[in-house]
């Protein structure tokens, strides 16, 4: 659940910023990610990692660069 709320956030922050894009720095197939954030598939602990990398500690980074 958090995950997907945190992508929602990112993409009302940065439009750009869609499921093909996530998948694509996670190294998630499009497909596969589409399942997981609908709920129909297990988040793996792998995949887990990938995904809070990209969507909490890239967005921790710009908060704290932007109050630098």
Same mark, same amino acid.
């Given at each position: 659940?958090?995950? #997907?709320?945190? +992508?929602?956030?990112?993409?009302? #922050?940065?439009? @750009? +910023?869609?499921? @093909?894009?996530? @998948? !694509?720095?996670? !190294?998630?197939? #499009? /497909?596969?990610? /589409?399942?997981?954030?609908? /709920?129909? !598939?297990?988040?793996? &602990?792998?995949?887990?990692?990938? =995904?809070?990398?990209? =969507? +909490?500690?890239?967005?921790? &980074?710009?908060?704290?660069?932007?109050? @630098?």
């Amino acid at each position: 659940e958090q995950i #997907v709320e945190q +992508f929602r956030k990112r993409q009302e #922050v940065e439009p @750009a +910023f869609t499921q @093909a894009e996530l @998948a !694509r720095q996670s !190294r998630i197939s #499009v /497909g596969h990610l /589409g399942h997981i954030l609908r /709920g129909q !598939r297990p988040l793996t &602990l792998q995949n887990k990692e990938k =995904l809070y990398k990209i =969507l +909490f500690l890239k967005e921790n &980074l710009k908060t704290s660069s932007t109050r @630098a």
